[in-house]
Structure formats: structure tokens, C-alpha cells
């Protein structure tokens, strides 16, 4: 499979061509375009996985598996970058809607022990990408990585990525007004040394600045 990210960083789009025998699979509604020729199959991601991601992460029930040859065209649903991580037997940790598109050879699931973050308001848990092939995700605005070495702290609504040998816990910024009252909220604390990957713009900051110009219903 040969892919590009073009239009990056605020309206990425991902383009894969595939040869034949080559297949990708997204996130149900990330289609974008693709050839007539392509297969595509819908299916359910993870039977009762599927039903626990979305009654708790707001994540799809279904993907859809591209097969060769042809090309397909992925887009996430806001603006944002597009981030291709290899993985060789190894894994990565993400956001609850981050990802977007793995090929065959990653399983992507729900990781143990996620729930805590429904505390965060940013998504109920944390999805796992694990093994050999190729990992895409998005985020809302642009992505950059941080090389932790020891401890690192950041907003729940800013963190899109980390990498396994983190260790994380979700705590309070504050006492309780301060979490209630400030803005702030719930953070993560990573310890160890591994990458992070963040987002320079938060969905959850968003909505809370466009609600008071919403009309009353």
C-alpha cells in the first residue's frame, strides 16, 4: 500500500492506493472518495467491543475494510492533522475518536482500565492499536509529539496519543472548585519515557466557548 497526507495540517486527507490483495480499514464515516473498482465491506468492529466503545467512547459500531486495487480518500469529521504511526509488533495507545485507519495487520480494541477517563469528559476510553502495519489518527488541530522523560502533565482535551511504556493516571488540577469553576478540569499525569502526541486545539474548549451563542430551545 503507497499513501499520502496531503493538506495538512487544518483539512488533512488521506489517499491510499491499493494494490490488489492490499487492504485498509476506517472508521465507518471516513470515507471521503474512492474508485468504483475497490471492495468494500461494512462490518461490526468488535461485536460486544463495538457496543461498549460506543455506549462509553461515542465510537462507531461499524468500519469499513477497503480492498485492492484501487484508491480511497479519508477524512476525519473536524479539522485537523493526519498522523501515520508504523508499528512492528508494538502498540500505541489513543484518544477515544482519534483513530482512523489501521491496515490488516493491527487489532484495535478497547484498553483495560479506560473507564476512568468518563471522569474527563473527553471520551470514556482508551482505544489500543497493537501490531505490525500501519496506524492512522486525527486530531483536532495540529498534532505535535513531546519526548517524556519522567513526569508530564497535560489537559485531557489536548492529549490525542502515547505510546505503551507511559505509565498514566487521571487526577484533579485543583481542589473541587477549582475543577468545577476554572475551566481546567481533569488532567493527565504521564510518568516513565515514551512519546506523547498532542493537539494544539481542544473540541471539548470549543463547545464550551460556542454554547453561550447558541439559541435557547
Known amino acids: 500500500m503507497d499513501f499520502e497526507i496531503t493538506h495538512q495540517p487544518s483539512y488533512s486527507l488521506l489517499r491510499a492506493q491499493l494494490d490488489a490483495g492490499d487492504e485498509l480499514v476506517a472508521e465507518s464515516d471516513a470515507m471521503v472518495s474512492m474508485d468504483a473498482g475497490l471492495d468494500v465491506v461494512t462490518e461490526r468492529a468488535g461485536g460486544v467491543l463495538s457496543a461498549f466503545l460506543r455506549q462509553f467512547g461515542g465510537e462507531s459500531f461499524f468500519v469499513n475494510r477497503f480492498g485492492g486495487p484501487g484508491t480511497v480518500s479519508l477524512a476525519p469529521t473536524h479539522p485537523g492533522e493526519i498522523k501515520h504511526r508504523s508499528l512492528q509488533n508494538g502498540s500505541l495507545l489513543l484518544q477515544a475518536g482519534a483513530y482512523l ?8 480494541g478497547a484498553k483495560g482500565g479506560g473507564l476512568k ?3 474527563g469528559g473527553e471520551g470514556a476510553v482508551l482505544r489500543e492499536a497493537q501490531g505490525t502495519g500501519d496506524v492512522f489518527f486525527n486530531a483536532f488541530g495540529h498534532v505535535y ?14 492529549m490525542v496519543a502515547f505510546s505503551p511504556s507511559l505509565d ?6 485543583g481542589g473541587l472548585f477549582s475543577t468545577l469553576f476554572s475551566g481546567e478540569g481533569l488532567i493527565f499525569e504521564f510518568s516513565g519515557t515514551g512519546s506523547l502526541f498532542m493537539q494544539t486545539r481542544s473540541l471539548s ?9 447558541l439559541p435557547d430551545r
Not at 485507519?101 to 484495535?108: H, L, N, Q, R
Not at 498514566?168 to 488540577?173: A, I
Open 168 to 173: 498514566y493516571r487521571l487526577t484533579s488540577s
Open 117 to 119: 477517563t468518563r471522569c
Open 101 to 108: 485507519a489501521s491496515s490488516p495487520g493491527v487489532s484495535v
Open 205 to 213: 474548549g470549543l463547545v464550551d466557548h460556542m454554547t453561550p451563542f
Open 145 to 158: 509529539e513531546v519526548n517524556v522523560q519522567g513526569t508530564y502533565v497535560c489537559d485531557t482535551g489536548h
